[in-house]
Every structure is written in structure tokens, then in C-alpha cells.
């Protein structure tokens, strides 16, 4: 199935006609439309699902509304008395091998305070009327509505899909719809009910009333477990309600600086800590400069007393006396007047200079360049690192400034304590409800066994027209052997798809991720995920793991059929990270199906995600909301593109 146009008239935010083209060209399956909140993606993406199911369209109605009221809602206010509100949209299907244009066209208007609706199916642009009365039967033929979800899917709640109670039920209905095993199973049903009415017309009155008491026992279990899937499937839309406000109170909590309160004691235990630290690096600086630093102060004049001890001759007053003493030597052995009046002379002046320069100082003990270089050094990294605590005792103390008082968000933190508590009960309550359910299954699975049992024994004991056991006996070897290959079928099926499901979750996780295997309870169609051999509860994954599993189960399923239908992905990157998102970009947009349209806010896809996708796309739109005409508007484009 390929939708190939779309036409709204006076539905919800849309007054008058609107009309977009959709179909996928040159192979480029992805439509992609960009909207800001409340400008009519999500009114788009019902009117879609409602134009195709009606009443047995899976958009919640928004709220506790019924069909009729929400049909009334949705007519949009600005729209004129005389006008009708409608829903159109043309579609190519194959018949037969052959593909067919279909316009499908559901209309309603309000006459007297009621909801006046009519549906019409065009075929080849001729108005097929016996079509349009069965068109209910003829949509879920062509596309069931019991898997509806696995095409319109929203990527703020998919996550949810995920959960061990909500996934076993997709892959159950997927495998049942997809691979026709519902046909299967109605077969079968159909032959019980023939064998039970062969049996009837030989079996006597008591024996007719054991089977009448099997079927009503039959019946009330199955109207039990209707009433309780409805129960679980209100407690699951609590839950989502729960969960949609858990989200909206934590931000507001994070804009009224939630984290930032949640760090105060730890701030301050470090503004103690840096405190003490501050101390310590301040009494190091002092010890430096009372031992050392004040040398660099006469750093010049020192290096001018090493200069002159290098270039002095190095006499001092030790060496003269000995001077003194070998010159005396040799005046006594040399009776020469002039040598020893020149050694006289010269001996005065040496004398003569020992006042002008103090040659008694070690060398070695005078401070040099090296010495000059670590206090200076050992200096600045001191001088740096007390910096650098004073900064960051001030960013400390702005954060402690901006940190809201307990008052402020007291409100905030006591409604998320509720809305937990709340949710923790309803998920519990949702198990408990899974749990009467699987167990009045089990009821029901003995109940038809006994039911069974009885007929053959009606069988063996009623029936005396050899033909009439003949064709019962027949019947019932068929219906065993359709059982079989029912169960067999399934089997296979969940092989395919266990393989198929760890496949495309590698395929969009990143490089370093876990390494998930998954498999599938092939009794109760629970999914059981395994790391490293050992099984892991999916509460315990991210929520963009999550949603990876979720989108992984969809994917599968769709490549497991053997039709293909468009998928609708509202706020497809919400719940994951950059890296993700570029890996569902590239390999999960482009392969789920031959039509896939893409409803995404500013935030999601924008950027390298844009680029990645672009040469995928056949259309782009924006939807903007026009205020001069009360109107949301199709433009043909994309933000900032």
C-alpha cells in the first residue's frame, strides 16, 4: 500500500481544503515533515489513522471522548454550518497482482446536535458502492487494524513497547496478522463448529447440554479476558498519562534549578574542602617568601657579586700572611735591595686591597641562575593553583546564590514522589492484570480440551451414519493438522524473527554498546533479552535503548510480511542520543518501507541527521499555523533547508 495524496477539509486546526502529495518518487521512500508543537503534526497523523480505521482507529480520542465526540471535536470551529468535515485519502494497493488507485473518503457533519457520518471508497475514480458499505472488512484486509501500531508509531512512547506486557502482544498480533494465522485459526474454529453441529443432529439432550455448558463457560472466560485486556488497556493509558506528567513536572524541576538543589550539600562539602586546601597553598606561598622569594628581590646585585668573585685574583687575608710569610723567606735568603724593596711595595699593596673586596666568601654558596629559576617556578605554580581555587570558590558560591529555596521546588519534588508512587502501583496493578489474564487463558486452553474431549466422545458414542463419521473423523484430522501447522508456523516465524530482531537492534546501536541477543517465549510470545549469555531485565536498559528494542520488534515484524505498508513516525529521535540518531537516520529510515513519513519538531531532525537523510527524501513539507487565517498551512520545504 502506497498513500499517494491526502486531503483535509475544516478537520481540526486545517479550515478549508488542504491537499499534499505524498507519493514516493525516484525511489526515495522517506516524506518528511517539519512542524513546531501545536501547529497540527499530531491532528495530521489522526486524521490519517481515523480517515483509514474510523472507530476502530487506535488514536485514544483524546481522552475519554467516544468516536462520535471526537468526530465532533475535530470539525474545526471557523468552518461554516453548511459545510461538512472530511477526511480523503487516495491510495495504490495491488489486487491481484495488479495495482489499483483506491480514494477512500470519510465525511461527517453535526445535524441536530449528532454526528452524521458517511464513508465512500472510489475505485479507479468509480464510486464502488458495495465496497464502501463492507469498508471496514475491505481496510482490514488490506491492512489490519490490530497492527496499525506497528506503522503509526510515537516516538515519546514507543520505549514503552519494549516492556516484557506490551511487547508479547505486538509479536503475538504481528506474527498472527502478518503471516495470516488468524485465517488459520478462524479455519480452524470453523471446522469445530461444523463438527459440533454434525455431532448435534445425533446427540441427545443431555449430551447437546454438556456442550451448550462448555461454550457458555467458554464464552464467560472470554468475555472476561475482553474485560480485563480493556482494563489493562486503560491502566496502560493511566500509565502513559503518568508518565507523560512525571516528564512534564521534571522539567519543571530542572528549570527551577532541581539539579542544581540536589548538589547543594556537596557544594558545600567542597567549598569546605577548597577552603582548607586554600589555606594550605596560602601558608606555602608565605614559607616561600619569607625563606627564598625575598632573594629575587637583589637577584641583580647577587649576580654582580658572583661576577667580580669570578674575575677577582682570589688573594684574601689568609693567603697574604702566607704571602707575607715566603716573601719574608726570600728577602732573608736574597740580600738584593731591589728585590726586596719590589716584594716590599708589593706585599703593601695587596694589603692595600683587602678593604675594598671580601674575598673571604665560598663561591659555591652564592645563588645562581638555576636557584633564581625554581623559586620563580615553584612561585607561579603556587600563585596559579590559589587562582584557580578562589575561581572556583566563586563559581561555587554563584551556584550556591542561584540554588532555589527548599519552599520553591518542595511542591515539584513532592508530585514527582506521588506521580512515582503512583506509577509504581500501576505498573504493578497492569501485572497483576497480565497475570488474571494468562491465567483464565490457561482456563480457557483447558476448557476447549475438555470441550474436545467431550465431542469425541459424542462422536464415538452418537454418531451411527457411517458417512457422518467419516466426515466428522476427517474433519477432526484436519482441524489437528491445521493445529500443528499453526504451531509449527509460529515456531519458524519466531526463529525469523529473533534473528531478525538482534540484527536490526545492532544495526542502529553504537559501535560500543552492549552486544544484545534476543529471544522469543514461543507459549506466551515473551521477549527475554541476553548479554553475554545472561538474561537482563529491559527496566534495567536506558530509555534509548528502549526505544532501539522497540523500534527493533517493528522493524522486524514488517520485514517478516510479506506486504508493505507506509510507516508514520511522530517524533522519531526524542529518547536518543546524537550518535543514535544518526545510525536510526542512516539505517532504520530508509529500509522500514517503501513510504515512510517522518513528523519531526526543529530538535530532532536538523543538522548532519538533515544531510543524512536528504538523499532519501521524495517530499518535504512544513506545517505552520497561519494566524490572519485561523489556519495550519502545508508550505513545501523544511527549516532552514
Known sequence: MIINKIKLNNFGIFRGQHEIDIAPKNEKPVILFGALNGSGKTTLLEGIQIALYGQSSKVGFRGKKNYHQYLKSMINHYSEENESTYLEIIFTENIEGTNEEFILKREWKEIAGEIKESVSIFNELIFDGLTSVG????????????????????????????????????????????????????????????????????????????????????????????????????????????????????????????????????????????????????????????????????????????????????????????????????????????????????????????DSMSYDIDINLIPDSNFFKQIKDQNKTLQDEYQSLIQKIKTNDNQLKAIPEEDTIKKYVEIELELTEKIKDQELNIRVQQQRIDEIRIELDKCYYEKDSQFKELSEKQVKNDLDQIIIAKSQKTRNTLQEYRKRLVQNQIAKLEDLISKSYASMQRKEDRQLRFKIVPDSFTLIINENQKEIDVADLSAGEKQLVAISILWSLTKSSSKSFPSLIDTPLARLDSEHRQNIVKNYFPKTSEQVLIFSTDEEVYGKHYQALKSNISHEYLINFDGNLKTSQFTSGYFNS
Not at 152 to 167: Q, V, Y
Not at 283 to 293: G, I, N, Q, Y
Open 135 to 354: 469498508v471496514d472488512e475491505f481496510m482490514e484486509d488490506i491492512m489490519p487494524s490490530s497492527i496499525s501500531n506497528l506503522f503509526f508509531f510515537d516516538g515519546e512512547k514507543i520505549e514503552t513497547l519494549a516492556m516484557p506486557e506490551k511487547s508479547k502482544h505486538i509479536i503475538q498480533d504481528g506474527i498472527y496478522s502478518l503471516l495470516g494465522i488468524h485465517s488459520i485459526s478462524d479455519l480452524i474454529n470453523s471446522l469445530t463448529i461444523f463438527e459440533r453441529r454434525k455431532l448435534s443432529e445425533n446427540a441427545k439432550d443431555e449430551d447437546i447440554q454438556k456442550i451448550n455448558n462448555f461454550d457458555k463457560k467458554i464464552e464467560d472466560l472470554e468475555n472476561k479476558i475482553a474485560i480485563l485486556k480493556q482494563d489493562k488497556s486503560a491502566s496502560l493509558n493511566q500509565l502513559d498519562s503518568l508518565n507523560k506528567k512525571l516528564k512534564e513536572n521534571s522539567h519543571q524541576l530542572k528549570s527551577n534549578g532541581y539539579e542544581l538543589f540536589k548538589q547543594r550539600d556537596s557544594i558545600r562539602k567542597e567549598n569546605i574542602e577548597l577552603e582548607q586546601y586554600k589555606e594550605k597553598i596560602f601558608s606555602e606561598l608565605s614559607d616561600l617568601a619569607f625563606e627564598k622569594t625575598a632573594l629575587v628581590m637583589v637577584e641583580n646585585q647577587i649576580n654582580e657579586l658572583r661576577e667580580e668573585l669570578v674575575s677577582s685574583s682570589g688573594f684574601n687575608a689568609s693567603n697574604i700572611n702566607l704571602l707575607s710569610n715566603e716573601f719574608e723567606a726570600i728577602k732573608n735568603i736574597s740580600r738584593d735591595s731591589t728585590i726586596q724593596n719590589y716584594l716590599d711595595e708589593r706585599l703593601m699593596k695587596l694589603k692595600s686591597s683587602i
